[in-house]
């Protein structure tokens, strides 16, 4: 018979009652005990599946008295690592400004093998700024033989100097391995 509590006098030294692992969600071959203090052995693929990163974010300070030229451009870049990643999928991006001829927000997806924002491996991927978007196992797998080892994803705004602070953040990356 499984245990799945363990109490000395009126205090509770080991509870697994709240647990919610099954097999599947441990790594093959592993060992945990789950809920009903039963030990298993994980048949899951690894111990990871997937990672949220949080917004990326781009912010621009369009104050004429910050700016020296009458253009200006705010890039912020991640860059991930190719190492066993499947797939990814990058939000919507959400802005604080509305686009129009003197501004314009440019989200791109990019396979490289340095941390250089410019050089890429292959085209750029343009991302709907509207909609998810999904990078497949496929475009990784050609990228890695084309000699890459990083995804850039990066948020570009370009604009006119104003008066104005300008947002953009593109909503969750979902990284799956």
Do not use: H, W
């Not at 093959?28 to 789950?34: L, P, V």
């Not at 250089?116 to 292959?122: D, K, L, M, T, V």
Request: aromatic share 6%.
């Amino acid at each position: 018979m499984a245990v799945n509590q363990v109490k000395f006098g009126n205090e509770t030294i080991i509870d697994l009652t709240d647990a919610t692992a099954t097999a599947n969600d441990i790594a093959s071959g592993k060992t945990a005990y789950i809920a009903t203090g039963e030990k298993v052995t994980g048949t899951g693929e690894s111990g990871i599946s997937s990672i949220t990163l949080p917004a990326l974010q781009v912010i621009m300070d369009m104050n004429p008295s910050t700016q020296s030229s009458k253009v200006a451009n705010a890039i912020n870049c991640i860059y991930i690592p190719l190492t066993n990643l499947k797939s990814v999928t990058t939000g919507s991006c959400v802005i604080s400004f509305t686009e129009g001829t003197k501004t314009f927000l440019q989200a791109t997806a990019a396979f490289t093998n340095s941390f250089s924002e410019n050089q890429s491996i292959g085209t750029a991927i343009t991302l709907n700024k509207n909609s998810d978007n999904i990078i497949t196992q496929q475009q990784i797998t050609n990228a890695i033989s084309n000699g890459a080892t990083y995804l850039r994803i990066k948020l570009l705004i370009n604009s006119f100097v104003g008066t104005q602070t300008l947002k953009a953040y593109m909503q969750n990356i979902t990284l799956n391995y």
